[in-house]
């Protein structure tokens, strides 16, 4: 994968664990306010992908609870599509928006639905659907995710001949263990490997899961290093992953690491929302106040 690729791989996965719109849910972001009912009737009809698009994201971004919601957006999941050049490209957009909606809405109905994307050849939209499988602490998903990870083109080891390098979204998948949380030898040993992976990103990435997955410090300390990182999409990597894990002896070092403030506030809330023990909070909300 060429630098250009790889940054912009790194700048998809950065916005997710921010918890901020993706390129898809930004232009999404950008439609007409609407209703619940709206957004339901836009997702029934099928005349135009663009309205189903945004109905998609409208639906998970405001965590609705309506009974056709989950429905609709499983059968916009299914509707995907072999992506070329010629087809198919909006229902897959579509598909992704649905993606990332279910698992928002955390409706075990959608699981068997996003366990079989897992398997689809477009990439971005197996990222969408491992990142909905890890919201949801799909249990599930642990053995068809550790499989992937062990023997496909994310394995830590050097690729198959003629297998595409990376295409597989590595970062995705093993966050997904991270927050699904089963914390067995299996998963364990899955995730290990990776810590000293050629792409420092997908080394945060399982310093993050094996943190979660064992609160053993010496996986924060992993993360704290990757802070020093000369490149700046791999601090940006890390400060998330801190905030999302709320490792709260991070603070030192958030405050310290060379990347934007806005990103040190949005690991820092993390730490204050979900981290306990010491730095206090007290002193988090401090730093943040310094921040701004």
């Known amino acids: ?5 790889t940054s912009d791989s790194h700048a998809r996965t950065v916005r997710a664990m921010a918890g901020t719109a993706d390129p898809d849910a930004a232009i999404a972001a950008a439609g007409e306010p609407i209703t619940e009912a ?3 009737q836009r997702l029934r009809q099928s005349e135009d992908p663009s309205q189903q698009y ?20 499983r059968a916009a999941l ?10 198919g490209v909006e229902d897959n957009a579509v598909a992704r928006n649905a993606a990332r909606a ?17 398997e689809d050849e477009d990439e971005g939209l197996r990222e969408a659907a491992a990142r909905a499988l890890g919201e949801m602490r799909a249990a599930e998903a642990v053995a068809p995710i550790c499989s992937r990870l062990a023997s496909g083109p994310c394995s830590a080891g050097a690729p198959m001949p003629g ?10 998948l093993i966050e997904a ?58 601090r940006r990597a890390a400060l998330m992953d ?26 820092l809330r993390g730490l204050v929302e979900n981290g306990r023990g010491e730095p206090s909070t007290e002193a988090l909300l401090e730093a943040m106040d310094e921040l701004l």
């Open 1 to 5: 994968m060429d630098a250009m690729a």
């Open 38 to 40: 709206e957004a339901l």
């Open 54 to 73: 945004y109905a998609a994201w409208w639906l998970g971004r405001m965590r609705s609870r309506h009974p056709e919601a989950v429905p609709l957006l």
């Open 78 to 87: 299914r509707r995907r599509q072999p992506r070329t050049a010629s087809s």
């Open 102 to 118: 279910l698992g928002k809405l955390a409706d075990a109905t959608a699981v068997p639905d996003l366990l079989a994307v897992l």
């Open 163 to 172: 297998t595409p390098r990376l295409r597989e979204p590595c970062e995705a």
């Open 177 to 234: 263990l991270g927050e699904i949380g089963q914390a067995s030898a299996e998963v364990i040993g899955v995730i290990e490997p990776f810590a000293d992976h050629e792409r420092p990103v997908i080394r945060s990435a399982s310093a993050r899961a094996l943190l979660q997955l064992t609160a053993d410090p010496r996986w924060g300390a992993r993360l704290l290093a990757l802070l020093e990182h000369p490149q700046l999409q791999v």
């Open 242 to 267: 801190l905030g999302a894990v709320a490792w709260r002896p991070a603070l030192d070092s958030i405050r310290r690491t060379l990347a934007e403030n806005s990103l040190k506030l949005i690991a």
